[in-house]
């Protein structure tokens, strides 16, 4: 295997990857320390510990975050359990994205041509890019490893916190070395991408089935195998080298794969698509759904897994909140209320529905994406009309709202319906109370419609203004905001339904501003350039 | 007579600070193969893009089959194909499905028509679009606009990274539309091309129209270049009106000469007992160069230019044919 002047292409990649490298590091190292002076604020009291890992210890939130292991739940056992499989999950990705950019994403753009060029070994780029992920895995694996203790929150201890990070690590490293050989398989590089991708999200499901009902199927993948790490508790080493020893055999296998294979091409055969455009695919309409199909149908699965694992919830809450002044606090429960399940639902649907925003924003903003990518020249030099397309995206827009929150009100009724066993919430119930806050979704698709026409490098402004109204909706209460703090957003001007009762006139003035943002945006895009 | 093709008239575009059109004028009549050229920022595709409503004019007026380019850009499309200067591609989409998609968005395309383009190009339609190269991505472009139905053709330096063989294919298309009385409108910074089809073009420079008319009309604005061969000497040339860049060997002498000054010069040629001339046009590079050679003169005169431009023309006008 020839690696001649390896070295010297790392340190290329390191000086091309200087400032994408370090936001990813800094990215990672803060998700995994910030929270940690967080959360002695959610639960104080032992007791409040104990009901606390009770309700951590529910199918559905093992599942979404992680096994629930050891004796007494401590804080650092908590912290572990809602952050080891996400973190491990983030690490994955940047491990898939930095092998993917730098293998076949260099080679599709014609860079590593040049290199191999010059005296550089075939397997040079390989090597020195596995090296490269070692480091990007490694120092964030150490430095959260380190941090974490500082901030000297009870039973979070250094040995407890260095096994944490190394794990991290350990299964980054996995993924990077699994990329290296889908990279030599696959025939482009998004196919890459997404293939790694998707056999992480697959894991992250397997894990969840296993860890609720099947340990050994768990332990078959990644995420499962680090959880055994028992980080504060048994402090276990043997899953991170188990999963250093599968990254090592995987990276050989893929730089032996990589000794035959073409620049530029995968050992799979491109697989050839549609050679013609399905019905669908025609008009303005069509294309804006083709354009934005992908990213609605994985949000709307998100809200709905999300909105189900809050469902399922339920059961345990009520008797949670009762002994919870914090919560009682975020959920906005004045202590003694005969009705515990009204608040909650409201609160927890306000939550669904500020992440059902997120798609709604990002099927507007693909239309300004477009025209930022050059795409929309060609489209409108055929006779494609400004307006069609533009209110063809209003309308998908208006739409995805519509599915998010039934979605949302489905996911957590029937699920919720099914955990509580006595005094089961009403579905009916739930949906009106995802309808009520639909107008909000609309409203912020409304704006950045108008963005869209009349400042379209202002998209930021949507994205800011929507994480404002989550930390008013979640905080809001724990704060003693003013009241017309809270009006400042959407979500705040509608009633609180159904604790509030229902009023007509803020839901309707909602769709109507909704509606007037998505005009006035007409107005701009059809008298602008389009750039 | 019925309306203009294409009509702008003092056409002004800034992007910021940055001047792209400072009063461009341009008539296209119906049936012709026009030809617009320009080095790279000069404002052909600026120029294209506010024809087709895609930008605003700051000031001026595009028309196109009498029809305002920025107010019925939708009515003008239906009866319009256009091949952008830069195509970018969705990379999900094959390019089959995006020539479909294109297509459609017209409403009046020839399947049968499509189908042998593809082949004539060469070109694989079950591929997605973040795998083909340039070249490839414009043949997407093209597949999409000849195989509709159009009244006019604007295409934005189609042949970038086409390879020779494919530029053929490109060729013959428009010969074809050409044939059937439809209007064309080539943008490209490439001479050779628009030599080759074109019956009119005009030359844009920094935003500016710095010259228009037929290829021979525009000919008479440079010199011939002459190789004359001759027992005498041949050195009294220099005293000459209209001769230029003289070189004088013995025997022969090369020079470059003003069409308006030939006669005197044959006479006293002749006078010499010439035996062999040899009088060669300018090519379109020379042209362009005459306008571009020189930046401080070409924009006012561009007979005025007068620097030893033939060999730097052809150095610098080196077609760069393939590319990806
Ligand atoms: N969207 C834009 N924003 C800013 N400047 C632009 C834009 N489009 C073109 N320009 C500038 O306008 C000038 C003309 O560009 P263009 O029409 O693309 O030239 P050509 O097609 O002849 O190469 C160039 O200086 C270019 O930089
Ligand atoms: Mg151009």
């Known amino acids: 295997m020839d690696t001649t002047n390896w070295t010297k292409l790392l340190r290329l990649a390191l000086r091309r990857d200087r400032v994408y490298l370090t936001c990813w590091i800094v990215g990672l190292v803060a998700l995994g320390t910030l929270f940690v002076p967080i959360f002695p604020q959610v639960a104080g009291s032992e007791a409040e510990m104990a009901t606390l890992g009770e309700m951590m210890n529910n199918p559905a939130m093992v599942a979404m975050c992680g096994l629930r292991y050891g004796g007494d739940y401590t804080m650092a056992i908590m912290y572990t359990q809602m952050m080891l499989v996400w973190m491990a999950l983030a690490f994955a990705a940047m491990s898939i994205l930095l092998v993917a950019r730098h293998t076949r994403g260099d080679e599709e753009a014609g860079r590593l041509e040049v290199l191999r060029s010059l005296p550089v070994g075939r397997s040079a780029n390989l090597l020195a890019v596995a090296v490269l992920a070692v480091i990007a895995n490694a120092i964030p694996a150490a430095l959260i490893g380190l941090i974490m203790p500082v901030f000297q929150v009870d039973t979070i201890d250094l040995p407890g916190s260095l096994v944490s990070g190394a794990a991290l690590g350990a299964c980054g490293l996995v993924f990077a070395a699994f990329t290296l050989i889908v990279a030599q398989v696959m025939p482009s590089s998004r196919g890459t991408t997404g293939v790694a991708m998707a056999a992480m999200g697959v894991a992250y499901l397997v894990r969840a089935y296993g860890d609720v009902s099947a340990p050994n199927v768990a332990l078959a993948t990644p995420f499962g195998l680090i959880e055994k790490t028992e980080p504060f508790y048994t402090n276990a080493y043997w899953p991170v080298w188990v999963s250093l020893g599968a990254a090592v055999i995987l990276g050989a296998v893929g730089l032996w794969l990589n000794r035959a294979r073409d620049l530029g091409l995968g050992l799979l055969p491109q697989r050839p698509g549609r050679a013609h455009a399905p019905r669908l695919l025609g008009g303005e309409l069509g294309l804006g759904w083709r354009l934005i199909r992908g990213t609605l149908i994985a949000w709307a699965a998100t809200v709905f897994v999300v909105a189900a694992a809050y469902g399922s919830v339920m059961g345990d809450m009520a008797g949670f909140i009762e002994s919870s002044e914090v919560y009682q606090q975020l959920m906005q429960v004045t202590p003694g209320q005969a009705d515990l399940v009204s608040p909650i639902v409201a609160t927890l649907q306000l939550i669904m529905a500020i992440i059902g925003a997120v798609p709604v924003i990002l099927a507007v903003n693909r239309l300004a994406g477009e025209e930022k990518k050059g795409r929309l020249d060609q489209v409108y030099g055929t006779a494609a009309s400004r307006r069609r397309l533009f209110l063809g995206h209003a309308l998908l827009a208006g739409l995805a709202a519509v599915v998010m929150q039934l979605l949302a009100g489905l996911g957590f009724g029937l699920i919720a319906r099914s955990a509580m066993k006595t005094n089961p919430v009403d579905l009916g119930l739930v949906l009106r109370v995802a309808a009520n806050y639909w107008p909000a979704l609309l409203a912020f698709g409304g704006l950045a419609l108008c963005l869209v026409g009349w400042a379209k490098r202002a998209a930021a402004v949507t994205w800011a203004y929507l994480v404002a109204a989550f930390l008013l909706a979640y905080l809001g209460g724990m704060l003693d905001l003013p009241r017309w703090a809270g009006r400042l957003t959407p979500f705040g001007l509608l009633q609180r339904y159904p604790v509030e009762a229902f009023s007509l006139w803020p839901w309707l003035g909602l769709v109507v501003a909704a509606v007037a943002l998505a005009w006035a945006g007409l107005v701009g895009y059809r008298r602008r350039d389009i750039t | ?324």
Request: include cysteine; charged fraction near 25%.
């Open chain 2, 1 to 324: 007579m019925p309306d203009a093709t294409i009509a702008i008239t003092g056409l002004k575009k800034a992007f910021g600070r940055v001047q792209a059109l400072d009063g461009v004028d341009l008539t296209v009549q119906p049936g012709e193969i026009y030809g617009f050229i320009g080095p790279n920022g000069a404002g052909k595709s600026t120029t294209i893009r506010v024809a087709l409503g895609i930008l605003k004019a700051d000031a001026g007026r595009a028309a196109i089959f009498g029809q305002d380019a920025w107010r019925d850009a939708v009515a003008i499309h239906h009866r319009l194909s256009y091949v952008p200067g830069d195509v970018n591609l969705w990379p999900n989409l094959t390019g089959g499905e995006v020539i479909d998609l294109l297509v459609r968005l017209k409403k009046n395309g020839d399947r049968q028509y499509r189908r042998e383009l593809i082949e004539r190009f060469e070109f694989d339609p079950s591929k997605k679009c973040d795998t083909y190269s340039k070249g490839n991505r414009q043949k997407v472009a093209l597949v999409a606009a000849f195989s509709t139905d159009a009244d006019l053709y604007i295409l934005d330096e189609p042949t970038s990274g086409l390879d020779p063989l494919m530029e053929l294919v490109f060729r013959d298309c428009v010969r074809k539309v050409a044939a059937e009385g439809k209007t064309v409108f080539l943008s490209s910074h490439i001479l050779s091309e628009v030599e080759q089809l074109c019956d009119r073009l005009s030359i844009i420079r920094q935003g500016r129209i710095v010259d228009t008319g037929s290829l021979r009309e525009m000919q008479h604005l440079t010199r011939n270049q002459v190789h004359a061969e001759a027992p005498q000497p041949l050195s009294g040339l220099a005293g000459l009106p209209g001769v230029h860049d003289l070189e004088v060997k013995p025997g022969e002498a090369t020079f470059r000469l003003d069409n308006a000054q030939t006669a005197t010069v044959m006479g006293y040629l002749a006078a010499q007992g010439v035996t062999r001339v040899v009088s060669t046009p300018p090519t379109l590079e020379e042209l362009f160069m005459s306008h571009y050679g020189d930046a401080a003169d070409a924009a006012g005169s561009p007979t005025a230019a007068t620097a030893a431009v033939p060999d730097a023309a052809r150095l610098a006008t080196q077609r760069p044919t393939t590319q990806g």
